[in-house]
């Protein structure tokens, strides 16, 4: 097992900083920035247990969901956004869901053609207190921001372009709602690798500062996941090197300038696997960032958590691993671990299931609730914390070997 690097964010600094506040790439990154949704639940219970799941989306003969579900939690429903192929253009779809003890209330969804777009792909949307950002990439390099209101129906203007034709493949990474607008990252493949800028925008879609480029020239690029804490913005990567692209990836944390995405410092979390991505969330409770990543090479994942002042450390070792694993929090202070599971064959080590399960203080892992994942392969999947638990949306291949067969489900799970 690798080594962690106890080398974060220098103590002064940090502690300064609380008190003043080619082919389309499919991503399955965690939403950090919804962690620390208003749930609006009880802070009683220290058991998760499975409520309600439903099936939103299925395959038809001319359809299927494509790329990763977004869950966003807008304090009285659950909004789940994701594209869907067809034969032709793709779509964008949004879907209000009502949450219940027994049931989920899947109420009729929007959805939007491609119209003067150009196949939307690869989503990243957060939750601004009012509307529902999405921003979404397409095949000329561009990116675009719709706003949704609670109801899954637009709102305001027209889709804006927010980030221009690049001619080169352009895809969201990441967005946290900040100071009535955004801070946005997204990244671009070029000739000598992957560059990932960051970059301030206001609520209708326009840049304040210059974008900033957060780093550039690695051979593989995993996304950048965002989350805020105590007025301060943190930002994490992993990468390996453009010319090495065998090297080991370097997972990386580092406080951004909320005005304009700037790296202020940063430092080097982990590294030595071959494929890492990694999940970051918040505890403000505790001033603790949390980090869960992947090892593929043992079949395992570790929780990191770091404070303010402190280093990162181990606090729990999950075991049957077989995918990267996201993590959220709620506004009790309440950490769950979402893990894949399982795997198809060797030749193919797709997971083929889904583990919820709470951790607790002191890293210890409570019962894991099993996700009703019922066929061949899970593809991605999304974690938000809800009234009174949380949601999971995932979307799950068939058994059979002909296209479409893939599906689109949402779970709640309660904590009781």
């Known amino acids: 097992m690798r080594q962690v690097v106890a080398n974060f964010l220098p103590r002064g600094f940090l502690l300064a900083l609380l008190a003043a506040c080619g082919a389309r790439t499919q991503l399955d990154a965690s939403k950090a920035s919804d962690a620390g949704a208003s749930t609006g639940g009880t802070c009683q219970g220290d058991a998760l247990v499975l409520a309600a799941s439903s ?64 196949n939307p792909f690869n989503l990243s949307t957060v939750w601004d207190g009012s509307t529902l950002a999405l921003f979404w990439a397409q095949d000329d390099g561009s990116i675009l921001l719709q706003h949704f209101g609670p109801d899954g129906a637009t709102t305001g203007a027209m889709a804006r372009i927010v980030v221009a034709p690049t001619n080169s493949q352009t895809i969201p990474s990441d967005v946290i709602a900040l100071g009535g607008g955004y801070l946005f990252t997204w990244f671009v493949q070029t000739s000598t690798g992957w560059q990932t800028f960051a970059g301030p925008f206001t609520h209708d879609g326009a840049l304040t500062a210059t974008q900033t480029l957060l780093y550039a020239g690695g051979g593989d690029d995993y996304g950048t996941q965002l989350a805020t804490m105590g007025g301060s913005v943190f930002a994490l990567w992993s990468m390996n090197p453009a010319n090495m692209p065998m090297m080991p990836v370097d997972t990386v944390v580092a406080s951004l300038d909320p005005a304009t995405g700037a790296v202020r410092a940063m430092s080097t979390v982990d590294q030595g696997v071959d494929y890492d991505p990694a999940s970051l969330a918040t505890e403000p409770r505790v001033g603790r960032l949390d980090i869960a990543t992947w090892l593929p090479d043992t079949n395992g994942a570790l929780l990191l958590g770091g404070n303010v002042a402190g280093l990162f450390a181990t606090r729990a070792t999950i075991d049957g691993a077989t995918g990267a694993p996201s993590i959220a929090v709620d506004d009790c202070g309440r950490l769950v671990m979402l893990t894949p599971r399982g795997q198809m064959t060797p030749d193919n080590p797709l997971p083929t299931g889904l583990t919820l399960q709470l951790v607790a203080e002191d890293g210890s892992l409570g019962p894991a609730v099993t996700l009703p994942v019922g066929s061949s392969y899970l593809d991605s999947y999304d974690l938000v914390a809800v009234a009174g638990g949380f949601a999971v949306g995932w979307v799950e291949g068939g058994a059979a070997s002909s296209s479409p067969d893939r599906s689109l489900h949402v779970a709640y799970v309660q904590v009781q």
């Open 55 to 118: 099936t939103v989306d299925a395959p038809q003969m001319d359809s299927e969901p494509e790329s990763a579900p977004k869950l966003a939690w807008t304090g009285s429903e659950l909004l789940v956004a994701w594209t869907r192929w067809t034969p032709d253009p793709y779509f964008y779809v949004v879907d209000p869901i009502h949450l219940y003890p027994d049931h989920l209330d899947v109420a009729p969804a929007t959805t939007i053609g491609a119209g003067n777009t150009t």
